[in-house]
């Protein structure tokens, strides 16, 4: 016993201590001294056994607190992952380490790093979230390991991740979770390629390295973030400086260019000192894109790509470059266009000094608005006598014409009222283009309840309306709506040409055609009822004149043939029934019918004005004949059925 003590002290190894019980057998001992040897030598292997793993037990955790030290250590988060996965393989002797990240917007998992992978497992690989031992893992907060994962009938198979665990031949698998507060990130796995069942103190280690990785991770990452808004705080710092050093440029230049356009100097000199302060060519068009001033040379301009830019540059308020290395700028006032700077810069402009166009455009603004209320002050009469005629039709007409001539304006020739309503809050640029339309028209412009009104010298409102919408459609880059009427030769029909042109405008609006143009002439029967002075005879000739007319003439029945075939819905055979004739008869009176009114007066618009044409006509005729004393009863002669002549304002 007192050898087994020596060699246990001299931590022999367990074959000595069998070496000695064996001879000891052999020397002959009696039973009782050979069974105390074996319990003593059990008791010997026992403590050997205790000192080994107490020994391995001393090197893991010396292991482990290397590993706890190196991942102290600054690195960044590629390198950390890269320094557990390698002492995670080391520490437990496996053939390879990996670590996986839970991606929480598809709700798998992607390899993020990998140590002694073979090819199948690279970084970026990705694996269902609830498939494996990981989910397992994060589920119970704890290690879990399989010592054959292909053959574990205990895990959650899925043919993805089995085919990557057998292309990389892997058999022992223990995964621990990354877990920082409550929020489980990812799994560091170990693995080998050998079926091995993993002790109590393998889990254990497993546990630690996993909990000491999830601490180093979440400190990595927050350092990365926190490095990432300190850049950032110095970036905003760095903006800021260049931001107000470009604010102290800005007012500079605005505060010069906005003194001397107060300065009473004309535009001509204020577009001077734009040219030299920005070292560009400088042109400046009105609101009608008709040039105003100019210094130094612009390079030649597509006019298309010009007038495309003008409207982005209007609808946005920002200045817009062309391919040519000009740029145009809208000149504004509140929310209407005055005019539009163009300027082509020496050099390319950069982000700083694209704010300084603007700043040139609002000191040109400060003057057409001080030179617009020079002129209005000059000369505020014209828009007030429009304004009176809409306001106070019950003044004597002499009295406007006498206030029209002071101003050199013939209130008894033809005109024509044209309102005008912009669709898309383009007000304030369609008012000021108005106010420019009526002077070089000679005509008058008032604004009332948000639509432009124009009473204009001419004999034909259809045209002024469709003039004034192919102007200022493309002006504006927006839709406009156009009502017209007229003409009126004399001041106390003005008002009522104003209500006409407004109801056209309300009638397309409601037949849902904004952005059209119309007078009572251009929409038909809804003419007659818009007008307060076009006769309905007018639209009845227009409409079906020439059935009247060849019935007058041949003695004909196409009129009733018409009017019978509407009444039948459109049914040929029908309306020979009620007409008492043969169908092929009413087929041929057809036929006569398009020849007389066109191919087309069966479409549904026209088809309309046409059953409105005979009402009025059979209304006409009714009512002539009650004058007469006659029956009351449809017209059966053609004589009857024509009568276009008699059809007056009075007789409708």
Request: net charge negative; aromatic share 4%; with cysteine.
């Amino acid at each position: 016993m007192l050898t087994i003590l020596e060699l246990l002290a001299a931590e022999a190894p367990p074959a000595e201590l069998e070496d000695l019980v064996r001879r000891a057998r052999t020397a002959g001992l009696d039973d009782v001294a050979v069974s105390q040897l074996e319990r003593a030598e059990r008791l010997a292997v026992e403590v050997h056994t205790l000192f080994s793993r107490r020994r391995q037990r001393e090197a893991e955790l010396s292991a482990l607190v290397d590993t706890a030290r190196d991942l102290t250590l600054p690195y960044d988060l590629d390198a950390l992952l890269k320094t557990i996965t390698r002492r995670t393989r080391m520490l437990l002797g496996l053939d390879m380490s990996y670590i996986t990240f839970r991606d929480a917007a598809s709700g798998d998992s992607y390899v993020h790093t990998a140590e002694g992978h073979a090819s199948a497992l690279t970084v970026g690989y990705r694996v269902p979230y609830s498939s494996g031992i990981g989910d397992e893992a994060i589920g119970k907060s704890v290690p879990v390991w399989t010592p054959d994962y292909l053959s574990d009938e205990r895990v959650r198979h899925t043919d993805v991740l089995d085919e990557v665990v057998r292309a990389e031949g892997l058999r022992a698998i223990i995964a621990a979770p990354l877990t920082f507060g409550e929020d489980a990130f990812g799994v560091l796995y170990a693995a080998g390629r050998n079926v091995r069942h993993f002790t109590v103190g393998e889990v254990s280690l497993m546990s630690s390295l996993g909990d000491m990785a999830a601490v180093a991770i979440e400190k990595t990452r927050t350092l990365e973030r926190t490095h990432a808004d300190v850049a950032n705080l110095q970036s905003d710092s760095t903006q800021a400086e260049s931001r107000l050093s470009e604010l102290r440029r800005r007012e500079d230049l605005h505060t010069r260019l906005v003194d001397h356009a107060l300065a009473g100097n004309g535009l001509n000199s204020l577009v001077a000192e734009v040219a030299t302060e920005l070292r560009a060519a400088v042109l400046v068009l009105d609101a009608e894109h008709r040039p105003l001033s100019r210094y130094g040379t612009l390079p030649s301009l597509d006019e298309a790509e010009v007038l495309r830019a003008c409207h982005a540059a209007s609808k946005g308020q920002v200045p817009v470059a062309v391919t040519t290395g000009t740029w145009v700028v809208p000149v504004v006032a509140g929310s209407e266009e005055l005019a539009v700077l163009l300027l082509h810069p020496g050099e390319p402009l950069d982000d700083t000094d694209v704010p300084l166009l603007s700043v040139a455009a609002q000191s040109l603004a400060v003057l057409l608005q001080v030179r617009r209320g020079e002129e209005a002050a000059a000369s505020p009469f014209r828009d007030e006598l429009f304004e009176d005629l809409l306001a106070a039709p019950r003044r004597p007409a002499k009295q406007f014409i006498q206030r029209a001539q002071r101003l050199n304006i013939d209130l008894e020739r033809p005109h024509v009222v044209v309102v005008i309503r912009p669709e898309g809050g383009a007000q304030g640029r369609a008012a000021s283009w108005a106010a420019s339309y009526a002077r070089r028209m000679d005509g008058f412009r008032s604004i009332q309840n948000g639509c432009i009104a124009l009473l204009l010298p001419a004999s034909d409102s259809s045209a002024a309306a469709r003039g004034v919408s192919a102007e200022l459609t493309p002006l504006l880059g927006q839709p406009v709506t156009v009502g017209a009427a007229g003409p009126v030769s004399s001041p106390d029909l003005v008002r009522q040409a104003h209500q006409e042109a407004l109801r056209c405008l309300d009638a397309l609006v409601s037949l849902d055609s904004v952005g059209a143009y119309a007078s009572p002439a251009d929409l038909g029967f809804l003419g007659v009822l818009l007008s307060d002075n076009r006769d309905a005879a007018s639209f009845i000739a227009a409409t079906i004149g020439p059935i009247l007319d060849y019935d007058a003439q041949r003695m004909t029945e196409l009129t009733r043939t018409l009017d019978a075939y509407f009444a039948a819905g459109g049914s040929p055979t029908h309306a020979a029934e009620s007409l008492h004739v043969h169908p092929n008869t009413v087929s041929r009176r057809l036929e006569r019918i398009t020849e007389l009114l066109g191919g087309d007066w069966l479409k549904p618009e026209r088809a309309l004005e046409v059953q409105v044409a005979l009402r009025l006509q059979r209304t006409h005729d009714l009512l002539r004949r009650q004058r007469s004393g006659g029956p009351a009863a449809h017209a059966d002669s053609p004589e009857q059925r024509s009568g276009l002549a008699s059809f007056s304002d009075d007789s409708a």
